[in-house]
């Protein structure tokens, strides 16, 4: 069974830094694409950013609004994949899944982690 | 950045209902869409992917079609489990874009 576990959300003051987990199992994750998508409160889904397979290269993209503020990484060692985000803004809130991309489709979702950035 | 908008961004249907959502590109982007389901308080789930292609495990009651820029999801028999917001997605190039949603509510 596939599953995508996120983890390290919560309450972070603006210009903060916090970091997501997305643990996986049940597939081979050094082979996937991964990507992250948020959703504000209320609101429609984002692209966040994507980092390819080290086979393909492990480059990442990201969307204008978090590039320079948001790197994604992953250890495939460990199954896991990353969200560094830093210098948080209040329009940073949302919920952040974890998504593995199968070929041009978005696959397997996490359950998500809210993030909520206020003073 | 490719924008897709989705009509409409609600709407009210019984039960046995056909519901037919549409999705617009504003350039072509070949059959790179994908249709999720988002129910509150969950993930999306892939229902539809390459504009008619279904996921395995999805009821034959949705299908897909279109190519270029215009796209639609149809439900030919809409069942309660089916309320819900639905997204299409267009991954023709980065970044990869969503619709901003269409609720389906019970009339």
């Known amino acids: 069974e596939v599953q995508l576990v996120e983890s390290g959300g919560g309450l972070v003051k603006p210009g903060g830094s916090l970091r997501l987990s997305c643990a996986v199992s049940g597939f081979t994750f050094s082979n996937a694409w991964m990507s992250w998508v948020r959703q504000a409160p209320g609101k429609g889904l984002e692209w966040v950013g994507r980092i390819k397979s080290k086979t393909d290269g492990g480059t990442t993209d990201y969307a204008a609004p978090v590039r320079g503020r948001f790197t994604i990484s992953r250890d495939d060692s460990k199954n896991t994949l990353y969200l560094q985000m830093n210098n948080l803004k209040t329009e940073d809130t949302a919920v952040y899944y974890c998504?593995?991309?199968?070929?041009?489709?978005?696959?397997?979702w996490g359950q998500g982690t809210l993030v909520t950035v206020s003073s | 950045d490719i924008q897709m908008t989705q009509s409409p961004s609600s709407l009210s249907a019984s039960v046995g209902d056909r519901v037919t959502i549409t999705c617009r590109a504003s350039q072509s982007i070949s059959s790179y869409l994908n249709w999720y389901q988002q129910k509150p308080g969950k993930a999306p789930k892939l229902l539809i992917y390459?504009?008619?292609s279904l996921e395995s495990g999805v009821p034959s009651r949705f299908s897909g079609s279109g190519s270029g820029t215009d796209f639609t999801l149809t439900i030919s028999s809409l069942q309660p489990e089916d309320f819900a917001t639905y997204y299409c997605q267009q991954t023709y190039n980065t970044p990869p874009t969503f619709g901003q949603g269409t609720k389906v509510e019970i009339k």
């Open positions: 390459t504009a008619s």
């Open positions: 998504v593995t991309q199968s070929s041009t489709w978005y696959k397997w």
